[in-house]
């Protein structure tokens, strides 16, 4: 999901079904052809069981890459307007995301927010892999910015292993503003399996931020970007608000 400070749309865990492994089976080989993407450390994705990988984000197509260069079906959460559209060109979207592992969700935040990773847990909770975008949403300047303790959450509660991701090159492929995509060098970077568990319980929000910085730093590691140092989000506007955000900064999940 680009954003994962979402309302899910409440709904049963979508699960794969033929057109997914027909897309997948015709995307997969057709992409590698084209772009000849650079995938290393594929094997440290787990062939079973729960799975969250974790990833930068600096495109669109990131939700497209990295389903197709898994090694095994993912799941992610996609802006619900995909889901919506009327007449062919929604039809074609609809199935397309659908087709490809995207769960429907709505853009929200605080309390709504937690719907959203309520809908990760019960992909999770049935086996699946699952992708997420730690920052919340893509990076428009190249730099990797803090993550969301959202992830840890979910780690936490489901007892996930964490597979870092770095993608290196997606934002090259359909830049801002671009209405087709171009023919660019990329590499997906799968890292080593994280246990999260040292940290503590998924109730404890120390746990949730230092499992979420150790993600993070994984994720870093992986796509050598420079490091923003803060949240990817609008700042707060108005006196008041830049106060309250200062003396009691809210947890961002």
């Known amino acids: 999901m680009s954003e994962i400070e979402a309302d899910a749309v409440p709904a049963t865990t979508v699960r794969?079904?033929?057109?997914?492994?027909?897309?997948?089976?015709?995307l997969r080989?057709?992409?590698?052809?084209?772009?000849?993407?650079?995938?290393?450390?594929a094997e440290s994705v787990p062939k079973r069981g729960p799975v969250i990988l974790a990833s930068n984000h600096l495109s669109f197509v990131d939700s497209i890459v990295i389903p197709l260069a898994s090694p095994r079906p993912v799941q992610f959460?996609?802006?619900s307007h995909y889901f919506t559209g009327r007449g062919f060109s929604g039809w074609v979207?609809?199935?397309?995301?659908?087709?490809?592992?995207?769960?429907?969700?709505?853009?929200?935040?605080?309390?709504?927010?937690?719907?959203?990773?309520?809908?990760g847990r019960r992909i999770l909770e049935s086996g699946a892999?699952?992708?997420?975008?730690?920052?919340?949403?893509?990076?428009?300047?190249?730099?990797?910015?803090?993550?969301?303790?959202?992830?840890?959450?979910?780690?936490?509660?489901?007892?996930?292993?964490?597979?870092?991701?770095?993608?290196?090159?997606?934002?090259?492929?359909?830049?801002i503003g671009a209405k087709l995509p171009r023919i660019r060098?990329?590499?997906?970077?799968f890292g080593a399996p994280l246990d999260l568990a040292h940290h503590g319980a998924a109730s404890s929000g120390r746990a949730r931020r230092a499992a979420?910085?150790?993600?993070?730093?994984?994720i870093h590691d992986l796509s050598g970007q420079e490091l923003a140092g803060r949240y990817n989000e609008t700042?707060?506007?108005?006196?008041?608000?830049?106060?309250?955000?200062?003396?009691?900064?809210?947890?961002?999940?």
């Open 16 to 26: 794969q079904g033929p057109l997914y492994r027909i897309v997948r089976g015709i």
């Open 29 to 41: 080989p057709l992409v590698r052809l084209v772009y000849r993407p650079t995938i290393t450390g």
């Open 77 to 79: 959460l996609a802006k």
């Open 93 to 119: 979207s609809r199935t397309f995301f659908t087709a490809i592992g995207a769960v429907s969700v709505e853009r929200g935040a605080g309390a709504q927010a937690q719907e959203a990773l309520d809908q």
């Open 129 to 175: 892999a699952f992708a997420l975008y730690p920052e919340g949403t893509r990076s428009l300047d190249g730099r990797l910015y803090r993550g969301r303790t959202g992830v840890a959450w979910l780690a936490l509660e489901t007892g996930a292993t964490v597979v870092p991701v770095g993608l290196v090159g997606t934002q090259e492929i359909q830049p």
């Open 185 to 189: 060098p990329v590499s997906v970077r």
């Open 212 to 218: 979420t910085d150790e993600i993070m730093a994984a």
């Open 235 to 253: 700042p707060p506007s108005g006196t008041l608000a830049k106060l309250a955000d200062r003396v009691a900064p809210r947890e961002r999940v």
